[in-house]
């Protein structure tokens, strides 16, 4: 079956430089998550989309933005990127309304 | 797909009750992580079972990981209406690559 897919897997970026994180979620799910997991840490909740528009918030930076486009996957800019934003960021989806959250594997971003 | 399957998807219980969740997984992993998600929104660490440990205790929690079977098992034991809520398993392999489940939507009435 489909699972949630995040490319790309590992990223390695320089101080200030900016990255993008995709993330397709399974077919017909309408709702998005993202979070970002640092080394030892609990996965913190970045932020989520419901059809295309956002539906929550949590610890985004300002300077990350995010969004869901028309085919439902969504990106996640990261801009003048820090030594702190390394981490491993998930994204995941649902159904609306539904029980059962799926992940996606991850993309392991390292700032250098 | 190598992403964990949990049982049920969700279970209701009384206040006092013990809640017992299952997590069932393919490959070889290095351990095994739950997690607790409230209200849809961030994740908290509960515990971690090493793949040579085969129990392991946290308060009222207890966890059990039997990698003959390739499962494990999270009790909750006196379960609070506070314990409502969506349950993780996640399995990391030796490439400390993190495969979740879809989780156990656990509701405790009080």
């Known amino acids: 079956a489909a699972g949630v897919i995040q490319s790309p897997r590992h990223l390695i970026k320089e101080k200030r430089e900016t990255a993008t994180l995709k993330c397709y979620p399974i077919?017909?799910?309408?709702?998005v998550y993202w979070y970002q997991q640092g080394p030892g840490q609990d996965p913190q909740f970045l932020i989520s989309?419901?059809?295309?528009?956002?539906?929550d918030k949590g610890s985004i930076p300002d300077r990350f933005s995010a969004q869901q486009f028309s085919d439902y996957h969504s990106e996640l800019n990261m801009s003048s990127l820090e030594l702190g934003d390394s981490a491993l960021y998930f994204c995941?989806?649902?159904?609306?309304?539904?029980?059962?959250?799926?992940f996606g594997s991850g993309t392991q971003l390292s700032v250098l | 797909s190598q992403q964990g399957e949990e049982d049920p998807q969700a279970l209701s219980i009384q206040e006092g009750e013990n809640a017992t969740m299952n997590c069932s997984y393919k490959?070889?992993?290095?351990?095994l992580q739950w997690y607790r998600q409230n209200s849809g929104r961030g994740l908290v660490h509960l515990i971690l079972?090493?793949?040579?440990?085969r129990e392991k205790h946290s308060g009222r929690l207890r966890v059990t990981l039997d990698t003959s079977k390739k499962s494990s098992s999270l009790l909750i034991t006196a379960s609070r209406a506070a314990d409502t809520a969506s349950y993780f398993c996640a399995t990391v392999n030796t490439g400390n690559q993190f495969y979740f489940g879809t989780g156990t939507s656990l509701t405790v009435i009080p």
């Open positions: 989309f419901y059809e295309k528009m956002q539906s």
């Open positions: 490959t070889s992993i290095n351990n």
């Open positions: 995941a989806s649902r159904i609306y309304g539904t029980a059962g959250l799926f």
């Open positions: 077919p017909r799910h309408d709702t």
């Open positions: 079972i090493r793949s040579n440990e």
